[in-house]
């Protein structure tokens, strides 16, 4: 498998934690940053969805309103999230390191 193949595979969690045991994935850096970044997204995209669902769940008694606002900021969060989760994939798949803020330092850290 091509670098930039398995780099993209990498924004796949489950394939990126394989990535960074098998033995001729776990010696690159390229290959060990995404696979540590996609890990970080994931968990930074599970606390951001908990914090929207936190303030969905204290708007909710306002009527109508609330659960509007509600569902909005759920499609919004979730397609946040898909959409960098595709350029992440995209980036990787052409051979380009693209860190993210946060998660990008700390990544290039592990790696």
């Known amino acids: 498998m091509t670098d930039n193949m398995a780099a993209a595979l990498s924004y ?9 045991f098998v033995e ?5 850096r390229v290959i060990r940053f995404h696979a540590f970044q996609s890990i970080f997204f994931a968990g930074a995209a599970v606390v ?17 309103i ?4 509600g569902i ?15 350029m992440l994939v995209y980036k990787a798949y052409n051979n ?12 290039q850290k592990q790696a």
């Open 24 to 28: 001729p994935y776990n010696r690159n």
């Open 96 to 107: 380009e390191q693209w860190m993210l803020p946060v998660i990008g330092p700390l990544a």
């Open 12 to 20: 796949v969690t489950i394939i990126g934690i394989v990535f960074l």
């Open 72 to 86: 909005l900021l759920h499609f919004a969060v979730g397609l946040g999230i898909f959409v960098l989760w595709l």
């Open 66 to 69: 609330g659960f509007i606002f």
């Open 48 to 64: 951001i969805w908990v914090a929207a669902t936190i303030l969905s769940l204290v708007l909710t008694p306002i009527p109508v």
